[in-house]
Nanobody, 115 residues
Framework: QVQMVESGGGLVQAGGSLRLSCGSSGTLFSTDTVGWYRQAPGNYRELVARIASGDSTIYTDSVKGRFTISRDNAKNTVYLQMTSLKPEDTAVYYC?????????WGQGTQVTVSS
């Protein structure tokens, strides 16, 4: 079983930056698909960014040009660099690894952007 742990959340002013990390308890393979999701109070959990085999990436429209997902397989970690943060980015951010059809979620990290 894969255990994922998110870190790097916090309180930041609008326009600021944060880098989230998603660390794996075991080896993170380059073939694993890893996604960052977020859930604000009263909202559904939504996909923010995803990195797949070959480091192909996708982003939800609202974060394109501001967020960057990347992976460091040697450190078994996937990052989400967030810049030009907006109050509407406030949410709990989760990472999810999909391996051989199984999904493994982290516990989430809170990001709060003040106006």
């Amino acid at each position: 079983q894969v255990q994922m742990v998110e870190s790097g959340g916090g309180l930041v002013q609008a326009g600021g930056s944060l880098r989230l990390s998603c660390g794996s308890s075991g080896t993170l393979f380059s073939t694993d698909t890893v996604g960052w999701y977020r859930q604000a109070p009263g909202n559904y959990r939504e996909l923010v960014a995803r990195i797949a085999s070959g480091d192909s990436t996708i982003y939800t429209d609202s974060v394109k040009g501001r967020f960057t997902i990347s992976r460091d397989n040697a450190k078994n970690t996937v990052y989400l660099q967030m810049t030009s943060l907006k109050p509407e980015d406030t949410a709990v951010y989760y990472c999810k690894v999909v391996r051989l059809g199984n999904a493994y979620w982290g516990q989430g990290t809170q990001v709060t952007v003040s106006s």
